[in-house]
């Protein structure tokens, strides 16, 4: 299965929106980095975003994000930035959440690694959520925090549960109203069942509005039709005049 999704949630007015974006970018490796061409369809579709989730970069020589930054500063008109976690997984395999910004739209004011240790619950999360609190001046939502997420499929369930406990812990942590939860949920189909949804907080819990619902085609692939990328918001992001919405950039017709 593929998840070459990108997500654009707009917060704003009519003077400022913000486009925040999650792509799985799907075995982000070496031999993704030193091919020019792919290279180069990556940065123009982090170009169109002021905030970009990446998901799934396997790196253990820290060398994507800085390559990543030098091609996108050098071929986008506003410089960006980021921030990027510790190689996160069980056993041998090994991911990272990066976030790349647009400095002229946000700053990122915290970052937190949620430690998953939480009592009697350990280790719940195959790849714990790298939590970053960013300030946009410009928009209606001043501040607002990202809690990234990129399940194993076969977890989903217990994982996207498990993130209202990360979503109370950064809420008390740093005091702050405004969420957006997203990334790659690999919430439907064979992993999520429509009973199973009755049992998980972050669903039914009224504090998060869902913007994805469970009969959107989050996939590029033909031969399926999966909601697997999700985004999660709390009601305060949607309250006027600030706008929430989404769509999905089908990055392998545009660039052919």
Partial sequence: MLHFFLFLLFFGQVVQSLRICSFNVRSF???????????????????RCDIMLL???????NRICPFLLEKLNRLSEGAYSYVVSNRLGRRH?????AFFYRLESVCVKQVYQYPDLQPGDEDAFSREPFVVLFNSPRTAVMEFVIIPIH?????????IDELYDVFLDVKLRWNTKNFVVMGDFNAGCDYVAKKQWKNIRLRNQTDFVWI????????????????????S????????????????????????
């Fill in 93 to 97: 395999y090994k991911e990272q959440y």
């Fill in 55 to 61: 998901m799934e970069i396997k790196d253990n020589r």
């Fill in 151 to 159: 399940t194993m499929p076969e977890m989903a369930v217990r994982e």
């Fill in 233 to 256: 918001i709390v009601p305060d992001c949607l309250q006027p005049p600030v706008l929430a919405s989404h769509s999905l950039f089908h990055y392998q017709k545009w660039f052919s």
């Fill in 212 to 231: 994805i619902d469970d009969k959107s085609d989050t996939t590029v692939k033909s031969t399926t039709h999966c909601p697997y990328d999700r985004q």
């Fill in 29 to 47: 490796g070496e031999s993704k980095r030193r091919n020019s061409e792919v290279i180069e369809v990556i940065v123009e579709i982090i170009s």
